[in-house]
T-cell receptor
Framework: DADVTQTPRNRITKTGKRIMLECSQT?????MYWYRQDPGLGLRLIYY???????NKGEISDGYSVSRQAQAKFSLSLESAIPNQTALYFC??????????????FGDGTRLSIL | QKEVEQDPGPLSVPEGAIVSLNCTYS??????FMWYRQYSRKGPELLMY????GNKEDGRFTAQVDKSSKYISLFIRDSQPSDSATYLC???????????FGTGTRLTIIP
């Protein structure tokens, strides 16, 4: 089984709909992240969380919200989806026990298309 | 200008060749440098993680950092068809959880 699991793997929806992308991990890592990947732009950080009570905005948080339901679960929501949110979305985790700047480990992504 | 520049390729080389992948960056505070490999329809997989300047070797892979030139490289020796993927560089400064990624280089190894 994958250490970082994202559901769904693919989603097509319409403009204005509310969408939730889910991420769960079995790595036991405290830190979790949400990124989006667009052609020509690379990976950009949306939100990150250091533990259940800690949520931080990344560089492109507008139009998104997150929920850290447990150490192992971190969800990303699009309250009212718009076409320019069509992208690949990745969840990642890192282990802070080794100190700051630990490497991040990614799930296999959700391909989201908004019509 | 992007903080991290990476040639998108595509790059095609014959099997067995040495591959050189590169990124340049503008932020002199970057100290931690990573290379990720991403297969089609999969997430980025960490290949190499280095701190500051110097070289790091792991099997067929060598990561090189030249902070004075703000230039990092990944070398792949004896390239294999299974190395065909997109390679992403990423970097950050001390205490910063936000990684800055290059846009990725698509590599194809021709059998």
């Amino acid at each position: 089984d994958a250490d970082v699991t994202q559901t769904p793997r693919n989603r097509i929806t319409k403009t204005g709909k509310r969408i939730m992308l889910e991420c769960s991990q079995t790595k036991g890592h405290d830190r979790m992240y949400w990124y989006r990947q667009d052609p020509g732009l690379g990976l950009r950080l949306i939100y990150y969380s250091f533990d259940v009570k800690d949520i931080n905005k990344g560089e492109i948080s507008d139009g998104y919200s997150v929920s850290r339901q447990a150490q192992a679960k971190f969800s990303l929501s699009l309250e009212s989806a718009i076409p320019n949110q069509t992208a690949l979305y990745f969840c990642a985790t890192s282990d802070p026990t080794g100190g700051l700047n630990q490497p991040q480990h990614f799930g296999d992504g959700t391909r989201l298309s908004i019509l | 200008q992007k903080e991290v520049e990476q040639d998108p390729g595509p790059l095609s080389v014959p099997e067995g060749a040495i591959v050189s992948l590169n990124c340049t960056y503008s932020n002199s505070a970057f100290q931690y440098f990573m290379w990720y490999r991403q297969y089609s329809r999969k997430g980025p997989e960490l290949l190499m993680y280095t701190y500051s300047s110097g070289n790091k070797e792991d099997g067929r892979f060598t990561a090189q950092v030249d902070k004075s030139s703000k230039y990092i490289s990944l070398f792949i020796r004896d390239s294999q068809p299974s190395d065909s993927a997109t390679y992403l560089c990423a970097m950050t400064n001390f205490g910063n959880e936000k990684l800055t990624f290059g846009t990725g280089t698509r590599l194809t190894i021709i059998p």
